[in-house]
């Protein structure tokens, strides 16, 4: 048996995807550009995606940009936005301590090039509080960055009370919505954000296609420059066939959202649930709710995270870690770090993200091993079971 409980990390491609990326492959290999018969049939189909995009998330059409994913939507966000805004004077970018690396690295290279960077802290449930946004916040700021859900805990942060307060303030407001878009409802309009980013191979579309949403009349700079594609914003030719498939992903998505969140979230429930009752010294990482439906961090008292994937991985069972492995140190997850967790279980968590192809038998199954896994590892390591 193989079971896939990594669903934040990347999940399958719906066969609807497969079927249209395949089919644009072949059969549609016009330049979008191009004002022939063969480029009009391509911009169809990225005109089909970009209106499919659009209204999974409740914006127009026009104000979506196709980028290589959400780590490009991200650079582009945070340094578009940043440049856009250059000529105002304001020089001070918000985020917080929990961001994805794409946003954290970013900022790092805005902050040797002159931005004064802030990192909002996390309270021990994963949260970023109002007040403390609220303390942040000057007539300096320009851009605040606030992650929609959390990759690691699945935790989701008050946006709309966040974007709220930095609009007061006269700053742009950014949300990395790449892990919630398609597993909980997004709207732009409700969460009253300017920029938001998304990402296709999170919810059943192709790897290397995402987007940058853009409110009408945000100043953002390209940070592609080239030809005019993407109304001057992105320049590059467009991969058609991905885009088509991100399109018929986020088509499906809209579809099968509430239904689907419901069953995962009744799912993950008692998978945590019974974790918590069969394996002592066990404890569920984050705030069980507000939370996206799929995602369950639990840590494992007495065991390194590293050693829980690779003997789950034995069983055929497929989970993550947040603290990576590097030159023979276990790094401590900066999520669980920031959420002032003490060391040991910053590196004794999994990460299991459930999905669409995820089944209560594979629940079962997951269930039936992890306590000799746990039990087996805690003997090496002398600790109690
Ligand atoms: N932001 C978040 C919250 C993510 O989880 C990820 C991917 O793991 C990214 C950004 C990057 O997206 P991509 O893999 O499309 O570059």
Redesign the pocket.
């Known amino acids: 048996m193989r079971i896939y409980f990594d669903h934040?990390a990347t999940t399958p491609v719906d066969p609807g995807v497969v079927e249209i990326i395949a089919r644009t492959l072949a059969e549609d290999f016009g330049n979008p550009s191009s004002v022939h018969h063969f480029g009009q049939r391509a911009k169809g189909l990225l005109d089909d995606a970009r209106s499919a995009v659009a209204a999974l998330i409740g914006g127009e059409p026009s104000e979506v940009v196709f980028t290589s994913?959400?780590?490009e939507a991200?650079n582009f966000a945070l340094r578009g936005a940043a440049e856009g805004v250059e000529p105002t004077g304001r020089r001070h970018l918000i985020s917080t301590t929990i961001e994805?690396e794409?946003v954290l690295t970013t900022l790092k290279a805005l902050g040797r090039r002159g931005w004064r960077t802030t990192l909002l802290p996390v309270d021990a449930s994963g949260i970023v509080t109002p007040d403390a946004l609220r303390e942040a916040l000057t007539d300096e700021t320009a851009l605040v960055s606030v992650?929609h859900a959390n990759?690691e805990i699945g935790t989701i942060q008050p946006i709309a009370a966040l974007a709220q307060l930095a609009h007061a303030r006269g700053a742009v407001f950014h949300t990395?919505a790449?892990?919630s878009v398609a597993k909980i409802p997004v709207d732009v309009h409700a969460l009253g954000v300017d920029l938001l980013s998304l990402?296709a191979?999170k919810f059943y579309g192709p790897k290397g296609a995402?987007a940058l949403w853009i409110k009408r009349g945000t100043r953002v700079s390209a940070i592609l420059t080239g030809g005019k594609h993407e109304r001057n914003r992105r320049a590059g030719t467009e991969n058609v066939p991905a885009v088509a498939g991100f399109g018929m992903a986020a088509q499906l998505g809209g579809k099968k959202l509430g239904a689907e969140a419901a069953r995962l979230a009744t799912m993950r429930d008692r998978l945590e649930d019974a974790v918590i009752a069969r394996v002592r010294g066990t404890a569920v990482n984050g705030a069980r709710e507000p939370r996206v439906p799929n995602t369950s961090n639990i840590s494992f008292e007495g065991i390194e995270a590293e050693s829980l994937l690779i003997a789950l991985d034995l069983e055929g069972i497929a989970v993550s870690t947040g603290s990576a492995c590097s030159s023979g140190t276990l790094e401590p997850s900066h999520v669980l770090r920031a959420m002032g967790l003490p060391t040991h279980r910053t590196q004794n968590s999994i990460r299991i993200s459930l999905g669409a192809a995820s089944t209560d038998a594979e629940v079962d199954y997951f269930l039936e091993k992890l306590p000799t896994v746990v039990g087996k590892l805690r003997s090496v390591t002398g600790a109690r079971r």
């Open positions: 934040n994913g959400g780590t991200d994805h794409a992650m990759n990395d790449v892990q990402s191979h995402g």
